[in-house]
């Protein structure tokens, strides 16, 4: 069966320092992979997503970048976190069709 | 563009009785999906139940099952014999197969307390 894990589960973070959440998924090969991020009382924006190694589309402009360095390893930066960055990070899977399967998320708290 | 919205930001129900949460949504495309996602407390994503859009029958998974009218893109949630697990975010998706790779779009949540 396929399975999704991202970590760390929570991270406490200054201004200015860089960010790296990783995700990996099992069970599967040449998934849809996706960011998204959850602030705090509104629902899920999508942030990237990669149908293969290397390709990774952004859907809204920000201080954050991905990467899919393996088929299955699916990566969010930051070189320069900012104040609006906290939030709740879910990284996701899906086949070309169907539903997406969620990893268990991603507690960033910028101070 | 496509869109979804929940009209209701809370509801409340009593243990054992039946809770419909609502849907509405908007798109041009003849072929897509329709989800209910649940968000417990641990944050996590659940997936409840899909309604593939060329289906004119309604998916039903045990105590949940949706009211699926393509005219109207409407896609209720009803929830039968509540449970106090059952509380949480939920929320609605829909995706299409073309555009963004499949990418799915979110109502912005229906929070569900469930009364012992």
């Known amino acids: 069966s396929q399975t999704i894990h991202q970590w760390p589960a929570t991270l406490v973070q200054p201004v200015g320092s860089p960010l790296s959440l990783e995700c990996t998924v099992e069970?599967?090969?040449?998934?849809?992979l996706y960011w998204y991020r959850q602030a705090a009382g509104r629902g899920l924006q999508l942030l990237f997503y990669?149908?293969?190694?290397?390709?990774i589309s952004s859907e809204v402009p920000q201080n954050l970048s991905a990467s899919r360095p393996q088929d299955r390893q699916f990566i969010l930066s930051s070189k320069k976190l900012l104040l609006s960055d906290s939030g709740f990070y879910l990284c996701?899977?899906?086949?070309?069709?169907?539903?997406?399967?969620f990893g268990e998320g991603s507690r960033l708290t910028v101070l | 563009a496509q869109t979804v919205t929940q009209s209701q930001p809370e509801m409340s129900v009593q243990e054992a009785e039946t809770v419909t949460l609502s849907c509405t949504y908007d798109t041009s495309e003849s072929d897509y999906y329709l989800f209910w996602y649940k968000q417990p407390p641990s944050r996590q994503m659940i997936l409840v139940i899909r309604?593939?859009?060329?289906?004119?029958q309604n998916a039903t998974e045990n105590r949940f099952s949706v009211n699926f009218q393509k005219a109207a893109k409407s896609f209720s949630l009803k929830i039968s014999d509540s449970q106090l697990g059952d509380a949480a975010m939920y929320f609605c998706a829909y995706r299409t197969p073309r555009g963004s790779q499949g990418n799915l779009i979110f109502g912005k949540g229906t929070k569900l307390s469930v009364k012992p």
């Open positions: 990669s149908v293969g190694i290397g390709q």
């Open positions: 069970g599967t090969s040449n998934p849809n």
């Open positions: 309604q593939e859009a060329y289906k004119q």
């Open positions: 996701a899977w899906s086949r070309s069709f169907g539903e997406l399967f």
